[in-house]
T-cell receptor, first 113, second 115 residues
Framework: AQSVTQPDIHITVSEGASLELRCNYS??????LFWYVQSPGQGLQLLLK??????LVQGIKGFEAEFKRSQSSFNLRKPSVHWSDAAEYFC???????????FGPGTSLSVIP | GAVVSQHPSRVICKSGTSVKIECRSL??????MFWYRQFPKQSLMLMAT?????????EQGVEKDKFLINHASLTLSTLTVTSAHPEDSSFYIC???????????FGPGTRLTVL
């Protein structure tokens, strides 16, 4: 069955430290991959997406993600975290162009001053 | 970017009543929309795919007679929770793909509380 997993339920980092959020997918072929952020009381915001091509994808707010086919992973990174980055982060995938988006369980990020 | 709105943003109802939630694509047409449910501290779970002019496609385990979906126009899909019970209390989110499906745009969500 198609699925998206995020091994870390909750992560705490210090402000200014680097961040990596893990995401693994289980699909027959490489899916379309997304990272979304959901802040308290806010809607979902797309950080970045990967469809094909360069495996290192740049997104908004200083985030980037690297697609690794051999590891079925699409990890999200940020070199220096800001307090405003505290939120819920969801990795998501879509099997093909015209298909539903399936979300991973999410990783809650806390940022310590 | 494209905007998806939802109405109402919050609703409180009594157990046994029905509640309708609207999802609108404000500046683009959407032949397909998706409905998700999100319980507190949990992820978004896809409930159904709403197709303009045809029946919705429900995910396994979602009761289609309880969660009625109507996609009557290219800009509006509605989700009606029939005979709501406290366990239906949740955050309901709709989304619509852009033309070409390069991106999905999400509504701000509707918080349903059933007393």
């Amino acid at each position: 069955a198609q699925s998206v997993t995020q091994p870390d339920i909750h992560i705490t980092v210090s402000e200014g430290a680097s961040l990596e959020l893990r995401c693994n997918y289980s699909y027959g072929a490489t899916p379309y991959l997304f990272w979304y952020v959901q802040s308290p009381g806010q809607g979902l915001q797309l950080l970045l997406k990967y469809f094909s091509g360069d495996t290192l994808v740049q997104g908004i707010k200083g985030f980037e993600a690297e697609f690794k086919r051999s590891q079925s992973s699409f990890n999200l990174r940020k070199p220096s975290v800001h307090w405003s980055d505290a939120a819920e982060y969801f990795c998501a995938a879509r099997r093909s162009s015209y298909d539903k988006v399936i979300f991973g369980p999410g990783t809650s990020l806390s940022v310590i001053p | 970017g494209a905007v998806v709105s939802q109405h109402p943003s919050r609703v409180i109802c009594k157990s046994g009543t029905s509640v309708k939630i609207e999802c609108r694509s404000l500046d683009f047409q959407a032949t397909t929309m998706f409905w998700y449910r999100q319980f507190p501290k949990q992820s978004l779970m896809l409930m159904a795919t709403s197709n303009e002019g045809s029946k919705a496609t429900y995910e396994q385990g979602v009761e289609k007679d309880k969660f009625l979906i109507n996609h009557a126009s290219l800009t509006l899909s509605t989700l009606t929770v029939t005979s709501a019970h406290p366990e239906d209390s949740s955050f309901y989110i709709c989304s619509a793909p852009s033309g070409g499906w390069n991106e999905q745009f999400f509504g701000p969500g509707t918080r349903l509380t059933v007393l």
